[in-house]
């Protein structure tokens, strides 16, 4: 089941801050964030997994809502290198099956 | 330096043909995944294989085939089955420690079919 990202946009001036969510119909194991600049290959930014331990990426945090099987992206101080599509990937076990993707949130960040 | 090749990056066939995309990595990930890009539409998995000469279908592997006859290389086929194969087409790898790790995606090979 592919998790359901928020906003599908945004546009933001150099230094303000966004939120973007993902959630999901399924119990989540774990949530992983990745950032796609055009034409290029997604990055990974930081996992989540269940009980709160957090992985993080330099000024990006994020969190996760076990009780409504939902994460959030927050990006504080945004910069020019922020732009690109961030997608989330979902595992609803620790049965090593693959990551489902939501269809991604667009950010422009413009200076 | 380590990491996923996939070639080539542009690819072009006609209608009716089988293609094979290559994905080769180095970093001695034991798991290894195609995604499809569409626009709009995230990454859809197609197929995994988390051991050598071990593969699972995703959830759109209908039209496609892969082998995994080595660690390093796990080749998709794109076959004339598929009824709308042009695509942006991402391999990834990653490791299994119990909890998954990152995965590590290639440059993408971008198909067209026409």
């Known amino acids: 089941q592919q998790p359901v990202q928020s906003p599908q946009a945004v546009i933001l001036r150099e230094g303000e801050d966004a939120v973007i969510n993902c959630s999901s119909s399924?119990?989540?194991?774990?949530v992983h964030w990745y950032r796609q600049k055009h034409g290029e290959a997604p990055v990974f930014l930081m996992i989540l997994l269940k009980g709160g331990e957090q992985k993080g990426h330099d000024k990006i945090s994020a969190s996760f809502n076990e009780k409504k099987q939902q994460s959030s992206l927050y990006l504080t101080a945004s910069q020019l290198s922020y732009s690109g599509t961030y997608f989330c990937?979902?595992?609803?076990?620790?049965?090593?099956?693959?990551?489902?993707f939501g269809k991604g949130t667009s950010l422009l960040v413009t200076p | 330096d380590g990491g996923i090749t996939q070639s080539p990056k542009y690819l072009f066939r006609k209608e009716g043909q089988n293609v094979t995309l290559s994905c080769e990595q180095n970093?001695?990930?034991?798991?290894m995944y195609w995604y499809r890009q569409d626009p709009g539409q995230g990454l859809r998995l197609i197929y995994y294989?988390?051991?050598?000469?071990?593969?699972q279908k995703g959830d759109i592997a209908e039209g496609y085939s892969v082998s995994r006859e080595k660690k390093e290389s796990f080749p998709l086929t794109v076959t004339s089955a598929q009824k709308n194969p042009t695509a942006f087409y991402l391999c990834a790898s990653s490791t299994w420690t119990g909890v998954y790790s990152p995965l590590h995606f290639g440059n993408g090979t971008r198909l067209t079919v026409t």
């Open positions: 990937g979902t595992e609803i076990s620790n049965s090593g099956y693959a990551l489902n």
């Open positions: 399924k119990a989540l194991y774990s």
């Open positions: 970093l001695n990930h034991d798991a």
């Open positions: 294989s988390q051991i050598v000469n071990d593969f």
